[in-house]
């Protein structure tokens, strides 16, 4: 008889290790994105001086966050 | 002739391009249920990636996104911010949602849920927040349109009558095409707004200060230098509180992609792979923002003291020696901006209210051809509700909109729930959702009584998961077969 898992499934049965791999090393690119543009890690940013490329520094860190989700996306599509 | 003039037949053209794209969609689906909702499942990568970014960016991105720079400065970073991981659950739950929604029929978030939890209580508590959230949204970009024309028109176009005749040809697509007369304009309308928004973003500085860098940094040296500092300021000049800022991307991201509208887009895709493609690709519509945001900060300095701060754009349009052409392509832009939202939200709030609202109270089973007539009367009957909110009536919309996010998230919890977390029950995700969505309204509507400055929309999710969790797992779960079909319908890495 089929028993039923109490914790949360990600992963199917039979799903190699390579491909778990990359998607919780892609999680783990989002959990960072997410961390990072909120408090506290988004304060360490918050002065907007020197500008980063004629942005202010958190504008520039959270395009760079965008930038960074938009890679591991590419990546993880490519891979798939 | 006079440059209004000029400025209203530019968008008037838009307006008849628009129609007349969407008119001509309707050829290509099938006059079904499913291909008025979900366009026969057969959206390409490229009208998904529009339809998907131009209804997320509404009115909001041209008139309120720049009035939020102009006037708090770095909060307006956090709609930058959210987007940027907010769609992501989408490449994950968005795939498994379509191959079931195949496989079973479904063109609605709520029937997938109501489907996994075998709940029908809980199809009809989504269909009420689901439409319940998009006529604020809804009335919010009808208030938009009606207000850039009547502005451009120098007054000759009253707000009432401006937003009658976008939302007229709105509607009327809507009726005739259904889902897929939202993707061939939202498709034009993106396009639209992504020129108009580079060009205005990179224009403005380099007109008003020699750049974006100099711009900055005059902004910086200036008395509203401390807007620039994160997390900005509030309305009132005050610095932001970095819990109500944290908390608000928290709950915008965790709600972005529920919103039922986007949602519902996953059944429209071709494949797996199309969806996914585009949810790689939201990223680069979610950088138009940048532009957004640098035409608001061009009028810090230049234009200060204008109210209301959302009619920064407008404004700097009339100061700005544009040609009238310009003015016209400008103005024509923040309607797409407003259109490209409206339309999908009309659309998905409709077919929502009759296909989880009224089919599942009904004793006898509605045709496929009556519900595709009810869903066209419900999307004349919502118009017209939100026609009414946007023109007749005093209700503070955006507290109503700011209000529905925290809903609207609630959803999130469920949804993962549903193809992650096989213990998860029909009573535990009822109870849930509406602790969720109870706890939510009832912080919303007395704020002093939060024992912490965030989100409201935060003590519901944390409501949401005590509850949907505990009471799981004392309640019967689903039979296996049905848990396959949503934890391991098809390995994801076969999946195409």
């Known amino acids: 008889m089929d028993t039923l898992p109490k914790g949360p499934v990600f992963f199917v049965p039979g799903t190699s290790k390579a491909y778990r791999l990359r998607r919780l090393l892609f999680l783990g690119v989002i959990t960072a994105a997410a961390v990072a543009l909120i408090w506290p890690a988004y304060a360490l940013v918050a002065r907007p001086l020197p500008l980063v490329l004629g942005l202010p520094v958190p504008l520039a860190w959270i395009v760079a966050w965008l930038l960074i989700v938009m890679g591991a996306l590419v990546l993880l599509y490519r891979s798939e | ?496």
């Open chain 2, 1 to 496: 002739m006079e440059p209004w003039l000029v400025t209203v037949l530019v968008c008037g053209a838009y307006l008849g391009l628009s129609l007349g794209m969407g008119i001509a969609s309707r050829r290509t689906v099938t006059g079904t249920v499913a291909g008025y909702v979900a366009a026969d499942r057969s959206m390409n990568v490229l009208v998904l990636y529009f339809v998907l970014g131009a209804s997320v960016f509404s009115s909001f991105a041209f008139l309120g996104g720049p009035g939020w720079a102009y006037s708090r400065g770095a909060a307006a970073f956090y709609i930058l911010a959210y987007g940027a991981v907010g769609m992501v659950p989408l490449y994950f739950i968005g795939p498994r949602a379509r191959r079931v929604g195949a496989r079973l029929n479904f063109v609605t978030q709520a029937e997938l849920l109501v489907h996994r939890f075998a709940n029908r209580p809980l199809g009809i508590v989504l269909a009420i927040v689901s439409v319940a959230a998009c006529i604020p949204y809804l009335t919010l970009q009808m208030k938009g349109a009606g207000y850039i024309l009547s502005v451009i028109s120098e007054g000759l176009i009253p707000e009432w009558a401006g937003a009658l005749v976008t939302y007229g040809v709105v509607m009327t697509y809507v009726l005739t095409s259904g889902v897929m007369g939202v993707g061939w304009t939202n498709t034009f309308q993106g396009i639209f707004m992504l020129v108009v928004a580079w060009f205005m973003g990179l224009y403005l500085p380099w007109k008003l200060y020699g750049g974006v860098g100099p711009m900055f940094t005059k902004i910086a040296a200036s008395d509203f230098g401390a807007m620039l500092t994160a997390p900005g300021v509030t309305t009132s000049g005050e610095p932001w509180n970095w819990w109500a800022y944290s908390s608000a991307i928290i709950v915008s991201a965790m709600g972005l992609s529920m919103w039922p509208h986007l949602f519902m887009k996953s059944y429209a895709a071709k494949s797996d792979r199309a969806l996914r493609l585009t949810v790689v690709l939201y990223p680069t519509f979610q950088l138009f923002l940048v532009p957004i945001l640098l035409i608001g900060f061009a009028g810090v300095i230049a234009y200060p003291n204008v109210a209301p701060a959302d009619t920064i754009v407008p404004y700097i349009l009339t100061q700005i020696e544009f040609p009238a052409l310009i003015v016209g392509l400008v103005c024509a832009g923040t309607l797409a901006a407003s259109m490209s939202t409206g339309d999908a939200l009309l659309h998905a709030a409709a077919s929502i209210g009759i296909r989880d609202g009224l089919a599942p109270l009904v004793s006898h089973s509605i045709s496929d051809r009556q519900q595709r007539s009810y869903i066209r009367i419900l999307v004349v009957v919502l118009g017209a509700v939100s026609y009414y909110f946007a023109v007749a009536s005093d209700v503070s919309l955006v507290a109503l909109l700011l209000g529905s996010y925290g809903a609207v998230a609630q959803i999130f919890p469920l949804m993962f729930a549903a193809f992650y977390w096989p213990r998860a029950t029909g009573v535990g995700a009822l109870s849930g959702l509406l602790a969720g969505i109870l706890v939510s309204v009832f912080f919303l509507l007395v704020p002093e009584l939060r024992p912490f400055p965030i989100h409201e929309g935060v003590f519901g999710l944390v409501a949401n998961i005590v509850v949907l969790t505990v009471i799981s797992l004392y309640t019967r779960p689903e039979p296996m077969e049905k848990l396959r079909l949503y934890t391991g319908i098809e390995s994801d890495a076969q999946s195409g």
